[in-house]
């Protein structure tokens, strides 16, 4: 049996709503079982490398929180969405290059990849400029320690997150994290759930599409899922 590669994408589209049920379903069962708040986990469905017809079928289902990795895709593919539905909420959740800040600031209402010195300093100055759309930030910790990986690492954690608040003013509510792939991602899920706690930060972006029920085990305020929403990406 062969499809046109236009019915494929009508098909998934049909079936994304669907998707979208049964996550929202798990994650509140799971929330539930771990006694938490009913309301403690957000869902940040991620659309990247989907077309914006994708986006736009999870918006009419209800979907509003969406997650993107790359700056420009995310313009494009958002162009006047956050004017048709003002309760949108954008995050950036792969790399920000310090030349694209402004780009950045202007577009995502959450960054969650502040993940270097520089890159800090780089937000504090940009995040003062007028028609800013960046009301908040979570700081990206390498709780695998992967050379290969960003963000910062766990011993370097407590003084950076500080020096964000309190000298950079920086809008910092959380930290956010991968696991690395081949590891047990619980113990990294609770690290990144104690840094939060020791500052107060009340936001916790982990898990994704295959382990975001343990990461709401351990504490997860945010779970990131892209392919078990919007299927295996190409
Ligand atoms: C792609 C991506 C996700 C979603 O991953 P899935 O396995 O497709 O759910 C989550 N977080 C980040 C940072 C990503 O880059």
């Given amino acids: 049996m062969t499809e046109s590669h236009h019915d494929t994408a009508a098909l998934q589209a049909a079936h994304l709503p669907d998707r979208l049920r049964e ?3 798990a994650i509140a ?30 918006l009419a289902a209800g979907q509003r929180v969406f997650g993107e990795n790359r700056v420009q895709e995310a313009a494009a ?3 006047g969405l956050h004017d048709a539905h003002p309760d949108l909420e954008l995050h950036l959740i792969g790399p920000l290059q310090t030349n694209k800040v402004r780009d950045a600031v202007a577009l995502f209402d959450v960054i969650e990849t502040l993940d270097r010195p520089k890159l800090a300093e780089a937000l504090a100055v940009a995040l003062k400029a007028p028609g800013v759309r960046t009301r908040r930030v979570l700081v990206e910790i390498n709780t ?7 963000g910062i690492l766990p011993a370097e954690a407590d003084a950076f997150i500080a020096d964000c608040i309190t000298r ?14 081949d590891d047990e991602p619980s113990l990294h899920f609770a690290l990144l759930r104690e840094i939060a706690k020791r ?22 305020t945010h779970v990131r899922i892209g392919t078990a929403l919007f299927g295996i990406r190409q």
């Fill in 23 to 25: 996550i929202r379903a």
């Fill in 199 to 220: 500052h107060r930060l009340p936001w916790v972006s982990m898990g994704m599409s295959s382990d975001f029920t343990l990461a709401i085990q351990q504490g997860a």
């Fill in 29 to 58: 069962a799971e929330t539930i079982l771990s006694a938490r708040a009913a309301d403690a986990v957000t869902l940040v469905a991620v659309s990247k490398t989907r077309p914006r017809e994708d986006v736009e079928t999870a």
């Fill in 144 to 150: 695998g320690e992967e050379p290969q990986k960003a």
């Fill in 77 to 79: 593919k958002f162009a």
């Fill in 168 to 181: 950079l003013g920086l809008p910092v509510v959380g930290v956010m994290g991968i696991p690395p792939v």
